[in-house]
């Protein structure tokens, strides 16, 4: 099936800002989907708030977008209910590690099987470029007029230390990875979560003076390199790109089945 | 029939009245005094084959069960105040979304922490105005565990009708007490299906174009139909939009589909009302102790009478106006500072006749509570 059959043409052209890199994890997350052959109508994309949010309202699958943070709630509720169904859960930095922290961890602990994107700008774009618990020390955004004191945290460990099961990294620079990463993310049976560095040039390049989109994406290049690499070991502030974890665990929905199994033995 | 009859807590009889209305998805948190309703479902509901899960918290509960729904579930959240309180965002995406859940808060005493094991009916208008934003809301509430049993089939069954969060509205008295429940067979009550739609795959459909007669059927996620679902303003496809004639249609649908079915969804049982001069109105674990001083003190030759409210939104306006239109005094009694007792004021039109019995310190309400309202009028003196 051609690409173009997944979206809904009649909303496009889209509503991101020129330069966002929120359209290149659409365009990778969507050849992910057609290389797997599924029908659209196995898919269900949940979503928060914010701009990455609004990915599942262009995408022809059971679209369901929720509240600000709480995507992965109402995910597992579709997923328990009905875990034939594919889900796939995009969100932005601030949705799923902020407000929607808590969420996160305990979707990663218990593995339920879905696919969980945090399109990471480092900005929250839809309010008006304030920063993000991604944004950093020493990042300027307009509740940060004087630079940002709050640190970050590193998505991939943080994911890794909650149980998720297939954790990985790249960039809206390395579209093809993209393809790949999500592909492998979809297949992996348990929680799997995909950390894509977008760019925001709208707010966090223009605040913090990184120049264009194009400016934006070529450093990505620059400031990252594949997970081990030779270049990582003599320069480690580099940030690694690649699958981190992948392991096989068993996942909730096969767990709940053997505690429906136990509980009719024992009625 | 011996297996029957049940000698429970309010609690069990909720999660039997919740089986028994086809429930098979139940999200929770632990809560006082609402525990027990999430620990009988872990039990129970894997034996039927249906899921239950325990959150991280009451936010992801009740979200837990939007989705469930959207899958065709039947589902059902439990909690009390404090977590009641972090529901109110997801039960304003479930009224915007028009998505069928029931919301059971057994309430107990005061704001914040208060008192997590005593009684108390202050969540009457947590329930109503709870959610930001304008909307019509359906709260059921009952006084003992068969009421319980009935009224928990009812709020699924109105939840389906109206594709609409339904909130039940128990307290620690009830959730707690145990009595005798006997269960009704099967089909004794009529039960509610989702109504899904009859438009076969590859036909435009729309999950918000209400049929003729107000119903708008679904298409559970998974199957054929394929749509969007948000909380934002949306048209009949569910696509956001801020076209101002569309938004307008929708809050409309949403309040009227409510408001304009209020002798459907009410729900109210009378007690001596024929030659009433003084109404006790109450609901829940303070009707029993109304209607014991009716009953007690009928024998006297005091003409009094009681209106047990079993739907408290959308306020049934109209049954109390024309149940108090002969009562000089009508007595409201209830377990807060005066949360129906203002809509009760507002419905007789007579406001001076309306006058509150009530006890806020966390003790159930006794006889002499509520005698003691009875006296003042009466010109007895306290």
Redesign the interface.
């Known amino acids: 099936m051609a690409i173009k059959n997944y979206i809904r043409e009649r909303?496009f052209p889209h509503m991101w800002c020129a330069g966002c890199g929120h359209g290149t994890v659409l365009n990778g997350m969507l050849r992910a989907i057609e290389s797997l052959g599924f029908s659209?109508?196995?898919i269900?994309m949940?979503s928060g708030i914010g701009c990455s949010s609004r990915i599942?309202?262009y995408v022809?699958?059971?679209?369901?977008?929720?509240?600000h943070g709480?995507a992965l709630?109402?995910?597992?509720?579709?997923?328990?209910?009905?875990p034939?169904?594919n889900v796939i859960v995009p969100m932005g930095d601030g949705d799923a590690l902020s407000i929607g922290g808590?969420?996160f961890i305990?979707a990663a602990r218990r593995n339920i099987d879905m696919t969980a994107l945090v399109m990471n700008n480092r900005i929250y774009g839809m309010t008006g470029g304030q920063y993000s618990p991604l944004s950093g020390y020493g990042i300027m955004a307009t509740t940060a007029p004087y630079t940002n004191i709050d640190h970050d945290f590193d998505v991939v460990e943080m994911a890794t230390a909650a149980g998720a099961t297939f954790v990985a990294r790249t960039t809206t620079y390395h579209v093809r990875q993209i393809k790949d990463i999500i592909r492998q993310a979809i297949l992996h049976e348990g929680f799997s979560v995909v950390e894509i560095l977008s760019q925001c040039p709208t707010y966090f390049g223009r605040k913090n003076k990184l120049g264009s989109a194009v400016d934006m994406m070529a450093a990505m290049k620059e400031i990252t390199t594949p997970i081990g690499s030779k270049a990582k070991k003599e320069n480690p502030d580099l940030i690694e790109r690649g699958i981190f974890v992948q392991k096989e665990l068993p996942v909730y929905s096969s767990e709940?089945d053997k505690?429906?199994e136990?509980?009719?033995a024992e009625? | 029939m011996k297996g029957n009859i049940k000698f429970i807590q309010g609690n069990e009889a909720c999660v039997e009245g919740a089986l028994y209305a086809g429930l098979n998805f139940f999200a929770g948190y632990p809560i006082t005094p609402s525990s027990e309703i999430a620990e009988n479902l872990a039990l129970r509901l894997p034996q039927l084959g249906g899921k239950f899960i325990q959150m991280e918290d009451e936010i992801a509960s009740i979200c837990a069960i939007i989705g469930a729904s959207l899958t065709g579930s039947k589902v059902m959240t439990a909690t009390s105040g404090p977590g009641f309180s972090l529901m109110q965002e997801g039960i304003g995406y479930a009224v915007m979304a028009e998505i069928p859940c029931v919301i059971v808060s057994v309430m107990r005493g005061g704001p914040s922490t208060g008192l997590p094991t005593a009684g108390g009916q202050g969540d009457v208008m947590q329930a109503r105005w709870g959610t930001h934003g304008d909307h019509a809301i359906i709260a059921m509430t009952a006084s003992n565990h068969q009421d319980v049993f009935k009224m928990t089939v009812e709020a699924f069954n109105l939840a389906e009708t109206y594709r609409t969060p339904v909130i039940l509205l128990l307290d620690e008295v009830i959730g707690h007490m145990r009595e005798r429940l006997e269960l009704p067979e099967p089909d004794d009550i009529p039960v509610v299906q989702r109504l899904r739609t009859s438009v076969p795959g590859g036909v435009d459909y729309h999950p918000y174009l209400p049929r003729e007669d107000g119903r708008l059927p679904m298409s559970d996620f998974g199957s054929v139909h394929r749509y969007n679902i948000t909380g934002l303003y949306h048209d009949m496809w569910g696509f956001p939009t801020s076209n101002p004639e569309i938004v307008h249609g929708l809050i409309r649908h949403l309040v009227d589909k409510i408001e304009n079915n209020v002798d459907d969804i009410v729900h109210y049982k009378e007690f001596y009302l024929n030659d009433a001069d003084i109404v006790l109105i109450s609901y829940g674990s303070s009707a029993r102790s109304a209607l014991h001083v009716v009953e007690s003190l009928r024998p006297r030759g005091i003409r009094l009478g009681m209106l047990e409210l079993q739907t408290l939104w959308p306020f049934p306006s109209d049954i109390v106006k024309h149940k108090c239109k002969n009562a000089r005094h009508i007595v409201v009694v209830e377990m807060n500072v005066g949360q129906v007792v203002q809509s009760v004021k507002q419905a007789v039109g007579a406001p001076d006749r309306v006058v509150l019995a009530n006890r806020i310190d966390g003790m159930f309400i006794s006889d002499r509570d509520i005698k003691n309202i009875l006296r003042v009028i009466q010109g007895k003196g306290v």
């Open positions: 909303f659209k109508n196995e269900v949940v599942s309202g022809d699958f059971h679209t369901l977008h929720t509240l709480r709630a109402f995910a597992t509720g579709v997923k328990l209910s009905l034939e169904l808590n969420h305990h709940y505690i429906i136990r509980a009719q009625k």
